[in-house]
Nanobody
Framework: QVQLVESGGGSVQAGGSLRLSCAAS????????MGWFRQAPGKEREFVAV????????AYANSVTGRFTISRDNAKNTVHLQMNSLKPEDTAVYYC??????????????????WGQGTQVTVSS
């Protein structure tokens, strides 16, 4: 069974930074693409970033490009999301997830099979 546990969320003022972490267990972590998604109240879950397993290639939603950085440490079964220049519209619950297909940059939540419980990020103006 796969377990994903997010951490690092919190409350910050606009312009601040947070670093989210996702610890994985129960699967050969290094062989799967990993994604970050977020969901704000009353909104659908949306793609934030993805990192591939083989080369660590990355892709981002337009709304976070240039501000967020996804990275992974296969030796520690961990994926991170460094979030800088945070804006109030970044407020959401952030989730990490595994992509079993490993086929490019999947941005749809339905392409991901295992999810963490989420971590709250709140950005005040």
């Amino acid at each position: 069974q796969v377990q994903l546990v997010e951490s690092g969320g919190g409350s910050v003022q606009a312009g601040g930074s947070l670093r989210l972490s996702c610890a994985a267990s129960g699967r050969t972590f290094s062989r799967y693409n990993m994604g970050w998604f977020r969901q704000a109240p009353g909104k659908e879950r949306e793609f934030v970033a993805v990192i591939t397993w083989r080369y660590g290639s990355t892709a981002y939603a337009n709304s976070v490009t240039g501000r967020f950085t996804i990275s992974r440490d296969n030796a520690k079964n961990t994926v991170h999301l460094q979030m800088n220049s945070l804006k109030p519209e970044d407020t959401a619950v952030y989730y990490c997830a595994t992509d079993p297909s490993n086929s490019g940059y999947n941005t749809r939540p339905s392409n991901y099979d295992y999810w963490g419980q989420g971590t709250q990020v709140t950005v005040s103006s």
